[in-house]
């Protein structure tokens, strides 16, 4: 094998182990879609609507927690060793939450689990991203995504397996919990075998190992060297720049453009996307399907989203940016309408949890295939480097709170509204992010990120004497 063949292979070796971090992600969330039902049970953990609002949500608190903490942990201990320490945690919080005896008990390890589920959300893109060459950068950061989903997919398919083969079986959400040990135990395994980031040794001075790492990552002896002495000058750059002031964050297109980050963050989570992913079992049992049809059925959601996430990988090269997230917009707020719709006038009909199936199917396609990879490149791309820090971090914050406050009151809704009036509520918060995208959304495709920032920065000379206009017409 040629040394460019090994390094391919090394590289995608890394990839494969270190997204069993995003992996682990989308099973600890996807797996609560069929344990739930389960645990709610008199004999069980006998849970009310605002209890189930809260198992779930505890898991995200501790996710917004977790994601603020995880960089600069990682800053602190390196991207590997931090990695190392979540899939402890992921191990440890899967055991307790499948061991918990109540109510209060099993709060503590979703809290647990979600420390190291926003730790893997922020560690392990920004340990691929310095890991990979700049050609395979995007392709190895989105590989990420996609285990996430396919983590998703893969604890709905257990659920499945298991809510067969122990139908009857009291405990069976406790098995369906318990799985998630097993890719935390791959990924505790795996990725002592990965090397540091070569970035992170050179911020802590170990420029000889770095150089040693650099070797076996890249094609040529030459490129690795190159590439030490581009990170040892930008670090250095770095140093010597004045920390931001917070003066500079009061001015008018810098705060347009955390304006327009949490506007997509937050929409993006009030398209009602983890109602489906988190209630997707529920929605479908109160449509009609027994129980165990309901979480069979739900396998179809997670394929859905692994396939759309697939095809919007591809799409985000090929179509530009605000049309893209319209689009979704448009489907998701239209498939919304649709099960509130049918739920209205056809829940009487033999066919009525079929067709809310192929409407949260369809749903799924539009938001994973045209919402969901685009929001952390959108983010990435708008918001300038000397304020990423901060722009970055206010964004996932309210996107986890967000996250937080609809997987706390959806179950609630569920039960006192019905299908009808929770999905509609969905719809109209659907209506209103279709026009901001329309009216705030930069168009961001095919330009530098020095090219939006001057943008940004001159639309702010502009509107004064075109107060009439909005972005799209400047952007």
Not at 163 to 184: C, E, F, K, S
Not at 335 to 352: C, D, H, P, R, V
Request: hydrophobic content about 50%; proline content about 4%; aromatic content about 10%.
């Amino acid at each position: 094998m040629s040394d460019s063949a090994q390094t391919i292979s090394y590289l995608k070796k890394i990839m494969v182990i270190s997204t069993f971090g995003g992996l682990l992600f989308g099973y600890d969330t996807g797996v609560i879609n069929g344990a739930l039902p389960y645990m709610s049970q008199p004999d069980q953990l006998d849970l009310n609507p605002l209890h189930e609002g809260m198992v779930v949500s505890t898991l995200l608190i501790g996710a917004a927690v977790g994601s603020v903490c995880g960089g600069r942990i990682a800053d602190l201990q390196g991207r590997k060793r931090n990695i190392l320490s979540l899939s402890l945690i992921f191990l440890i919080a899967a055991i307790g939450c499948s061991l918990s005896p109540s109510f209060h008990v099993i709060l503590f390890f979703r809290f647990l689990l979600g420390l190291a589920v926003g730790g893997a959300s922020v560690t392990v893109p920004a340990y691929l991203a310095e890991i990979a060459p700049a050609e395979k950068r995007g392709r190895m950061v989105t590989q990420n995504e996609l285990m996430i989903v396919s983590g998703q997919f893969l604890a709905f398919i257990c659920n499945a397996i298991i809510a067969v083969v122990l139908d009857g079986n009291p405990h069976i959400w406790r098995y369906m919990l318990a799985m998630a040990a097993i890719p935390a135990i791959c990924l505790f395994i795996g990725i002592q075998k990965c090397p540091e980031s070569p970035r992170w040794l050179v911020m802590k001075g170990h420029i000889s190992e770095s150089l040693t790492i650099l070797k076996k990552i890249r094609s040529s002896k030459e490129r690795a060297i190159a590439e030490l002495n581009e990170i040892q000058d930008n670090l250095m750059e770095i140093a010597q720049q004045d920390a931001v002031r917070l003066s500079e964050l009061t001015q008018g297109w810098v705060m347009r453009i955390i304006g327009i980050g949490i506007g997509i963050a937050c929409f993006s989570q009030l398209t009602g996307i983890n109602s489906i992913m988190f209630y997707g079992t529920q929605v479908l049992n109160q449509a009609g399907f027994s129980m165990q049809a309901a979480i069979i059925a739900n396998t179809l959601n997670g394929l859905t989203s692994v396939i759309a996430t697939i095809f919007g990988i591809w799409l985000m090269t090929k179509m530009p940016r605000r049309r893209i997230l319209t689009i979704g917009f448009c489907g998701t707020t239209a498939s919304l309408m649709m099960i509130a719709m049918t739920s209205k006038f056809l829940s009487e009909l033999a066919i009525f949890p079929y067709l809310v199936l192929l409407f949260t199917i369809t749903f799924l396609a539009f938001m994973q295939g045209c919402i969901g990879p685009l929001l952390w490149l959108t983010l990435s791309e708008i918001v300038p480097l000397r304020y990423r820090g901060f722009g970055m971090g206010l964004c996932v914050l309210f996107d986890w709170i967000t996250n937080f406050v609809i997987g706390l009151a959806f179950p609630s809704l569920l039960a006192y509204l019905g299908l009808e009036s929770t999905f509609l509520i969905f719809g109209v918060i659907g209506l209103i992010s279709i026009t901001f995208t329309r009216l705030f959304m930069p168009e961001t495709m095919g330009k530098t990120l020095e090219e939006i920032e001057r943008e940004f920065r001159q639309y702010d000379t502009s509107v004064l004497h075109a107060p009439g206009k909005h972005c799209e017409d400047n952007i």
